[in-house]
């Protein structure tokens, strides 16, 4: 069992730190801090440079404390959040990722949530530091508040469709 969770946690953790590094550099096939900016803007966000900057901070910091099994309900929600971010972007496409859709983001959603119930297992900073037996309603807590946060995240960083031609639009500030 320890051996699946260290591997569970080097997969998704990797995954999720290696798609921040995307968003804020030119590593990993990345477009750098302007292309991640101007993907977060194309896809309805305020905020440019700070969105991706945080977006991307977030899911390195999720991604490599899931890998190290540290604080790992912790990073479990964080890594929930960011990933609920995404899937909502791609909601509009449907499930399946052939047509774009939030399968992959749903899939990380999932696995980081059954990490926080599971915990990291033995082979983990958790383990090491003592720490590796959370309570179940820390686990629980950080299941709803994972996804919610990456909801509130998406609403109030949303912003408004352009308005049609010949519709006035009251002007906002990104």
């Given at each position: 069992m320890n051996a699946g969770l260290l591997?569970?946690?080097?997969?998704?953790?990797?995954?999720?730190?290696?798609?921040?590094?995307?968003?804020v550099s030119f590593h990993l096939g990345g477009n750098?801090?302007?292309g991640g900016t101007e993907e977060f803007r194309h896809d309805g966000f305020r905020g440019g440079r700070l969105t991706a900057l945080v977006a991307g901070a977030s899911q390195i910091g999720a991604g490599l404390f899931l890998t190290a099994g540290l604080l790992?309900?912790?990073a479990a929600m964080a890594a929930m959040g960011v990933m609920t971010v995404a899937g909502t972007v791609k909601l509009s496409k449907g499930l399946w990722v052939q047509n774009d859709g939030y399968e992959y983001p749903l899939?990380?959603?999932?696995?980081?949530?059954?990490?926080?119930?599971?915990?990291?297992?033995?082979?983990?900073?958790?383990h090491a530091l003592g720490i590796s037996s959370?309570?179940?309603?820390?686990?629980?807590a950080v299941i709803v508040a994972g996804p919610v946060s990456g909801l509130l995240t998406r609403v109030v960083?949303?912003?408004?469709a352009p308005a049609l031609e010949g519709t006035p639009r009251?002007?906002?500030a990104d």
């Open positions: 591997l569970l946690r080097l997969a998704v953790g990797l995954l999720i730190a290696g798609h921040g590094v995307q968003k750098g801090l302007a790992t309900p912790l899939v990380l959603v999932v696995v980081s949530a059954a990490l926080a119930l599971t915990g990291p297992g033995r082979w983990s900073a958790d959370w309570p179940l309603w820390i686990s629980l960083l949303h912003r408004p009251a002007r906002t």
